[in-house]
T-cell receptor, first 114, second 113 residues
Framework: AQTVTQSQPEMSVQEAETVTLSCTYDTSESDYYLFWYKQPPSRQMILVIRQEAYKQQNATENRFSVNFQKAAKSFSLKISDSQLGDAAMYFCAYRSYRDDKIIFGKGTRLHILP | DTAVSQTPKYLVTQMGNDKSIKCEQNLGHDTMYWYKQDSKKFLKIMFSYNNKELIINETVPNRFSPKSPDKAHLNLHINSLELGDSAVYFC????????????FGQGTRLTVV
């Protein structure tokens, strides 16, 4: 069975600095998606970034980028120029091409220090 | 225009009661889900439907019964509510087949007293 592991329950970063959130996953499949979701205090789940496993190029969305290492099964999220609005829970998630199940890690709570 | 909407947003009820949460999506997606988020923020899949057909049923007590009248709606009915059912329940949808990310509703905070 697939698993997603986020080893950092909480992290803090100074405003305007860069922070990296870690995620590893376990799968025997070769085709899948990986996602990072953000959950602010409003509890809305917001997609931050997505990566398809067949794409070697790392996905980027403005200040958010990933470091996708397929062989190592690692998918970290880098947030540049951190802003107060980035404070939230961040979830790493996995979805195989084979079925509809989307599996989430336990999340990392990110604090932004002014 | 809300893509995935669920009602109600908050639900407070007594142990032993029966309650329902409704979900609707206007994205034309084939797949819909129910997730449970516990007090530690862990998101666990409960059910997945594809075109009104139950695809995934994780080990959820049979007091929980999903119903999909059409592919745009997936409701969750809970019988004989227990204290441990208190959580936030999220509805989500995604494209079927090799679809990508899930789009989430705003969640329903269920409190059983």
């Amino acid at each position: 069975a697939q698993t997603v592991t986020q080893s950092q329950p909480e992290m803090s970063v100074q405003e305007a600095e860069t922070v990296t959130l870690s995620c590893t996953y376990d799968t025997s499949e070769s085709d899948y998606y990986l996602f990072w979701y953000k959950q602010p205090p409003s509890r809305q789940m917001i997609l931050v970034i997505r990566q398809e496993a067949y794409k070697q190029q790392n996905a980027t969305e403005n200040r958010f980028s990933v470091n996708f290492q397929k062989a190592a099964k690692s998918f970290s999220l880098k947030i540049s120029d951190s802003q107060l609005g980035d404070a939230a829970m961040y979830f790493c998630a996995y979805r195989s091409y084979r079925d509809d199940k989307i599996i989430f890690g336990k999340g990392t709570r990110l604090h932004i220090l002014p | 225009d809300t893509a995935v909407s669920q009602t109600p947003k908050y639900l407070v009820t007594q142990m032993g009661n029966d309650k329902s949460i409704k979900c609707e999506q206007n994205l034309g997606h084939d797949t819909m889900y129910w997730y449970k988020q516990d007090s530690k923020k862990f998101l666990k899949i409960m059910f997945s439907y594809n075109n009104k057909e139950l695809i995934i049923n994780e080990t959820v007590p049979n007091r929980f019964s999903p119903k999909s009248p059409d592919k745009a709606h997936l409701n969750l009915h809970i019988n004989s509510l227990e204290l441990g059912d208190s959580a936030v329940y999220f509805c989500a949808s995604s494209p079927g087949g090799q679809g990508g990310e899930a789009f989430f509703g705003q969640g329903t905070r269920l409190t059983v007293v």
